[in-house]
């Protein structure tokens, strides 16, 4: 390998490294505010109620959920979906749980009404509370 292309490898490899960096902190200057009042699981990870901020880094399409309360933040790896633009207030951003008994989990996450939105695949603990639980409520939290 020639001693240009290695320069050109290395550039590249930078300019990479800098993008991945750079995401993070853009996506956390965009937070919204939630109060959650429930112990919820947002992937495969158990979170304690109380207060949330939630950054989007639509690049890399994932969400960063943190909390004062907790010593680490999550990023959370959902899917875009889309919908019908009409059931929630437009510029608004609406968290959408699924409750089983006594158990929450975050599915979806919409942003500007129902346009934008992203889901959470169903985990092996959600869908065991399904199996076990005939009953499926929906909770809807808007931010504070």
Known sequence: MTTQT???????????????????????SRTVDFNIPFQFYAGQTTLPAGQYGMAFDHPLNRVLMSAASLDRALWILPQRISGSGQDLAAGTVTLKFHRYG???????????????????????????????????????????
Do not use: C
């Not at 290695?6 to 956390?28: D, E, F, M, W, Y």
């Open 102 to 144: 006594d158990t929450y989990f975050l599915r979806e996450v919409w942003r500007n009404g129902r346009d934008e939105g992203l889901s959470l695949p169903m985990t092996k603990a959600e869908k065991r509370a399904a199996r076990d639980s005939n009953y499926r409520q929906v909770a809807l939290i808007h931010p504070m």
């Open 6 to 28: 290695q320069k050109v490898i290395l550039l590249a490899a930078l300019a990479i490294a800098g993008l991945l960096t750079l995401s993070p902190l853009n996506a956390q």
